[in-house]
């Protein structure tokens, strides 16, 4: 039996009786762990106890729910949120956050903007002293035929989708500890092809690129990068784009007809921010009730 496997083992027969990742961890007996337990007396049935992670896009939406699940599973949370007069309700996200018990601070600004993205890492670093995982889920979306799109509408999608994706992503490459989580929000989207959507899916389509290919430059520190794909979410974001009968149309093509809801996505989040995930890298993964599979 290889040491992997045998970790494996351990670690399942560990849960079998009821214990949580980071006794599993302690029992693989890796030099990491001590100190992994050291900061959090009485949250060793927490699989994130001791992490820090950032989410973009944070204000509310799904961006709130993975903040607030990571917060149970024990996380501190920078809430990073985009436009200064949403800062009551990016507040709502942070004492979520602390109503599980865990600390957060607060990041204002446009993504597209390098500083604003150091920033971010750089208020992990000196509020929980570094970053184990970062969940880039902020984006932008106009639905309208390419033949109609502005240069600053398309700048608009750009800005976040792609360029503010990359330059999280080259701090998250630089800084992420050994061990960490990175988790791209994506689009089902690219498993398809809609009309008025060709901006947006295109601006997103990066997401799945940069996510297999930073997964394997990270692999040797044992980070995974990820993507979810989410089909259309009973969100804001989504119904800005739709009508009652475009809403009806993508609710009828999942197997259970209806949208999905930011509760259906949570869980996707809290597994591949957990270390049971370790295995699952470089992957797209769809969550969408089976509207567009791939
Ligand atoms: N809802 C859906 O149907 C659906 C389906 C698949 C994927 N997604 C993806 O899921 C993610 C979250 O969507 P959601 O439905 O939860 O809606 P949401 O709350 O509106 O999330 C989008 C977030 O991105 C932020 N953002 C936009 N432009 C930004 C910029 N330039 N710099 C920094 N932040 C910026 C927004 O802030 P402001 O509001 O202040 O601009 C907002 O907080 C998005 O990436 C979206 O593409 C959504």
Request: no cysteine; charged share 20%; glycine share 12%.
């Amino acid at each position: 039996m290889t040491g992997k496997t045998s970790q494996v083992n351990r670690r399942r027969a560990l849960r079998m009786l009821g214990l949580g990742a980071a006794a599993a961890t302690t029992a693989a007996g890796g030099a990491g762990l001590v100190a992994a337990q050291s900061g959090a007396q009485g949250a060793a049935a927490k699989p994130l106890s001791g992490k820090v992670a950032i989410v973009t896009g944070a204000r509310a939406n799904m961006g709130r729910a993975f903040s607030e699940a990571l917060a149970k599973m024990g996380a501190d949370i920078v809430v990073h949120y985009h436009r200064a007069d949403t800062r009551s309700q990016a507040e709502e996200t942070a004492n979520l956050v602390r109503a599980a018990g865990q600390r957060a601070v607060l990041v204002q600004g446009d993504l597209g903007d390098v500083a604003v993205v150091r920033e971010m890492y750089g208020a992990a670093e000196r509020a929980f002293g570094g970053v184990d995982i970062v969940v880039n889920n902020a984006g932008a979306i106009i639905k309208k035929p390419l033949a109609d799109f502005t240069d600053a509408e398309f700048d608009q999608l750009d800005r976040v989708n792609n360029r503010g994706l990359f330059y999280s992503l080259r701090e998250a490459a630089r800084h992420v500890r050994p061990g960490g989580r990175i988790i791209n929000n994506g689009t089902s989207l690219l498993a398809g092809a809609a009309p008025g959507y060709a901006i947006y899916a295109g601006t997103k389509a990066p997401v799945e690129e940069y996510t297999r290919m930073l997964a394997k430059e990270l692999g040797d520190k044992r980070i995974t990068v990820n993507a979810i794909a989410p089909g259309p979410v009973n969100t804001p974001f989504f119904h800005s784009q739709e009508n009652e009968r475009s809403t009806a149309y993508a609710a009828g093509l999942s197997t259970e007809g209806r949208l999905g809801e930011v509760e259906d996505i949570v869980p996707l989040v809290e597994f591949l921010a957990s270390p049971d995930s370790q295995w699952t890298n470089g992957q797209t993964l769809w969550v969408n009730g089976g509207y567009l599979v791939r």
